[in-house]
């Protein structure tokens, strides 16, 4: 049976060639959600269901899809009949990915080759437990053994940064490092802004009295995270932003809604502009990487948006970006991902358009399947530079996913390189050093040295 | 030659054992644009112009692309010179489906393996029309000998439904459900509507003074069509609705159009949306299917559009939908359609998002093709699942489309499963299981049971 | 090794065989950026960075992704220097078309089968300059051994075509043809308008008081283009017009813009589509087929464009286009360009609808990839017809890209035709047939014939 074996993903020989020429680089987690605490505390998983589904919502997504009851997802079940509540509906979830890692994951991590059904579970609730005894399967010791060289964590501005300074002194082989999010700090319409700005008047004690003062304190958290290693920002972008607005015009919108004025979608967007503007200045002084996510739904609004989305065309999407990058161009190294497969080839043209400083980074959320990944290669490849791809990431907040999602990730690419091969596209040993180029080296050298023209 | 031999559309031996296993499963037509009264009458077809192309505008849309004279398509000319002229740039038509339906239906419903083309149009016509004689060609019998179990038709919300019951006695394998499609209703700009509302109020005895009676008298057909067999409602939306406006304002647009006003653009949303809201609540107390299929471009405008169409973008359609979704999440099925294949995978997401009672529906109009099929198949199964696909649907007025369009989807379907096996992405049980369930008792149960959760 | 072998592209037997029937089919190059000085002066090359990469945005593209100095790109350094800066980073621009297209062109036009990189970058800077020595490697003679038939080149309306008769006078194999392409002329709101209006006074001998005397000026240019063997128009539109507006308003417009006033975005629209009316008129009394080009981005623009943009949505630019084809239905050729792919599929349905007067064009820049070819063609063959296909085009400014955009056309048809004969859906012999027609006889009709009715 040809289930998750040698060439699961592959087509050809050249594929296969290719994979294990590259299959022990080590893992570069550019973007992930793994809790730093978790990593801190490095405690024993309790049981296999909470070590593939206990905080997975990609899982319970899917189980509710099945019309699984809530009380077997998230509710008072035990962790066992949560499990075999998963198990007798696993066979409905082929197809979609989670099917593919969770096999994946116990085949390759916990090896268990056996396929979850309702016939199966029990034996495998055992056999996995037993190995989740092992201190070889503590979170460190996982991460270590899937070969995984540094996380980037996903952090708040406000975040005490000790823990990772903790895990770090507890192993050689991998490096943590903070990611500065700084999103709750411009999304001036939520109902939590004016608390979080007390937390951040209080964390670095500044008073806020104007837009300035909040741009002063965000950059002394910016200094923080430069001194405790952070190498990139992230910017989850409901509309596309320009970079490009007046200081007075924020401070005016400030202003009013730090005395709990609601302001109005058109000064949402100005004050985001001009908040990203003066992030991306910070992080170009520091040489990070930032990186502009765009395209998530957000999961809960409760006001009108018609005004934000009226702007959300791929034309309005390709100019806002163009000014945006105009204005950092030659200071700024910038990954750009989109949830919308549809406007890859839109970020894919700006990409090219800006030189070595501007990446894509690896397809996103919904399209990190096989599927999705092979189209973002391709598409890549035929506008962008594959060289210049930004990296994979794993987005994850799971521990195995880090091993599995890259390890699908580097099939799909040795797959996709093999079968330009196979069509006479590139001789064989070129597509070798690209893959052993966008699987590890082309990501280190963008994200890791502070300059990248001075290593090219 | 393997032109439409058994491996048609087959990439691999497993996907014909995966076709051979749900070949003879009972299709149900869950959209079909079937006339009833063609079956009611149950005539033998006169030609084999009239039996494929005579109502067809897929057949009469690609003839003009070859430029064949109207005269020969729905002008004077006989059957015969109209299947001679046909038959002349048939082989010019290859890439396109409609070459491969005739041929298919040829060969396996007339049991004629000849290739269409100006030297063989005679010979076949003679052939094909002594086929048509037979007892066993007439329109029920041949639905029969298709193993066609079900067929949803569009119906008028004042249609008489006595056809309805008039098929059903004739035949046991078949079941003829009507579809309640309200578009009439709704199109408040139309110039036909003050028409079509004098038309409601006589076929159901409600005089309309606002836009309570209107709801009232919708409700009357509602009823009708539920105790006569209805399980499902469609509404066809040239922009995305959320369900949700008040009534005081959908009754002062009624009661000014009722006067013949013109509404602005967006009151024709507004009442649109009210209508499309009431309706849902009708569906939800009787347990049927609401199908929403957009992104079709009306044939004809005479109108300015431009307010309607700013709010077209994939963003709105997203956060429409999750309104309508959200008001009515646990309480109201839904099949989701959508003509542009680029908002398929938007689709696909809020699918996933709403659980068991909300499914993506097949490819659709000019998605209905080989190529069209895959890809939304690969979609589905990477973002929602495969196992909550909604059906396949043959949207067709032609009976042996019925035939044609299925088996193509079982084909397709059953090569984009072995393909997933084929590179070790699912067991192959497993995938037999998975095509049995999308081809026919997911569906079945979806559609044809009054509640997804009891079964489950 | 299979780089760029026989069957390159290929993944068939089938498909090499098609591809073996068509390879020797003259190349109608319908859209084409060779300069026409050139052609005329019909000099030598001087060197293998001249004729590769001298004149190439793509190449210059590519060598900026991958940081190399604009000194040795568009600089001082010389063209050794270059050519060796580019050969260092040659590898790592695998997966692109300009590393197959380059090495394509060694090989096959210069007989140099040698993967370029820096060890080989000396040894082939030697062989190539030797061979460009030749008298068959001019301009005109390496036209003439790729078997190009036709090139139109894109001429500015006040441009002289005596160029044009020079070409033709040396060759009897090749023809060229100018095409008129009036965009300086239309883009009112370019600061070079108003000096480009004087350029037409001049020219025309009109004194334009009135947007009558712009058309007037402009039918006089369109009449010489007639009488010097032009075929085609090209409009690159921004934004989807409808080509209706009236003349009055375009006069306004006009009036205030010929006295240095800058227009409104609606202004800019108005005026743009009653010219591009008007133009469209012309077209349709000479028989010119109108080529409309949508979706590339300018390069610059120093304005505000919200206005325009927020037009462009994919139903937007359905009901434009549709009220533009409804209008001219009948009375005009046109061929129909996005290289926004994510809209190929809205301009196939509308080509669709419109018979064979409107076709699709090919998939164009960063889609002209053996990607971007296969789903161009995918789109085309399974919703409009693959038979109406406009033929490939090369959009180049390089000689040599011709040929080699051609040969990756030719093969990835060949290819796609094939997959279809091996999974069944067409005969080989129809499928040998319908890749003449598409690589030559179809274009050749379309374009080249004065009436395409009159042939059918």
Redesign the interface.
């Known amino acids: 049976?040809?289930?998750?074996?040698e060439?699961?993903?592959?087509?050809s020989e050249a594929a296969l060639a290719i994979y294990k020429s590259i299959s022990d680089k080590p893992v570069l987690d550019l973007h992930s959600h793994i809790d730093i605490k978790t990593l801190a505390q490095n405690k024993k998983f309790d049981n296999v269901w909470d070590l593939f589904a206990g905080d997975s919502t990609y899982v319970w997504?899917?189980l509710?899809?099945?019309?699984v009851d809530e009380h077997f997802i998230t509710g008072d079940a035990s962790p066992k009949e949560k499990w075999l509540a998963m198990a007798e509906v696993f066979?409905?979830?082929?197809?979609?990915?989670v099917?593919?890692w969770l096999h994946f994951e116990l085949k390759y991590y916990l090896g268990i080759d056996i396929?979850l059904d309702t016939y199966t579970a029990e034996d495998i609730w055992e056999q996995a437990n037993e190995q989740l005894n092992k201190e070889s399967m503590k979170p460190i010791s996982l991460l270590e053994s899937m070969n995984v060289q540094l996380i980037c964590t996903i952090d708040d501005p406000i975040a005490n940064l000790d823990f990772h300074e903790k895990v770090n002194s507890k192993t050689d082989k991998l490096v943590v490092c903070p990611t500065w999010r700084p999103d709750k700090a411009i999304n001036i319409s939520s109902p939590d802004w004016l608390n979080y700005m007390n937390k951040i008047e209080e964390r670095y004690q500044v008073r806020l009295t104007s837009v300035i003062d909040l741009v002063y304190a965000m950059q002394l958290s910016h200094n923080y995270f430069e001194d405790n290693g952070c190498i990139t920002s992230d910017y989850n972008l409901e509309f596309p932003v320009t970079g490009i607005a007046s200081e007075d015009q924020a401070d005016i919108i400030f202003n009013r809604a730090i005395t709990g004025e609601k302001p109005t979608p058109d000064e949402v967007k100005t004050f985001i502009s001009y908040m990203i503007g003066e992030f991306a200045e910070m992080d170009s002084e520091t040489g990070w990487v930032s990186q502009l996510h765009m395209g998530a739904?957000p999961k809960d609004?409760d006001e009108p948006?018609?005004n934000i989305?009226?702007s959300?065309?791929?034309?309005?999407l390709?100019?806002s970006l163009?000014e945006f990058l105009d204005k950092f161009a030659g200071r700024l190294k910038v990954a750009l991902y989109c949830m919308?497969?549809?406007q890859q080839?839109?970020l894919?043209?700006l990409a090219?358009?800006y030189?070595?400083d501007i990446c894509l980074g690896s397809a996103w959320w919904?399209n990190e399947?096989?599927?999705?990944l092979r189209r973002q290669l391709?598409?890549?490849?035929?506008?962008?530079?594959?060289?210049?791809f930004g990296g994979m990431t794993s987005d994850s907040n799971k521990i195995l996913s880090i091993g599995s999602r890259f390890d699908m990730f580097r099939r799909v690419l040795s797959d996709t390189?093999a079968n330009?091969?196979?069509?006479?596209?590139?001789?064989?040993s070129?597509?070798v050093?690209?893959a052993e180029?966008m699987a590890y080296s082309g990501p280190y050298q963008f994200w890791c040295t502070s300059s990248?023209?001075d290593d090219?």
């Not at 959300?312 to 309005?316: A, D, K, L, M």
């Not at 890549?380 to 210049?388: C, E, T």
């Not at 330009?420 to 064989?428: E, K």
């Open positions: 049976m040809p289930f998750l074996d060439k699961y993903l592959m087509r997504e899917v509710r899809k099945r019309n066979p409905e979830i082929a197809g979609n990915p099917y593919e396929v739904h609004r948006i018609e989305l009226s959300s065309s791929t034309q309005h390709y100019y163009k919308d497969a549809n080839g839109t894919a043209e090219r358009k030189g070595a919904f399947t096989p599927i999705g391709e598409f890549i490849g035929s506008i962008d530079l594959l060289s210049n390189l330009m091969v196979d069509l006479g596209q590139m001789p064989f070129v597509a050093e690209l180029r990248d023209k090219s």
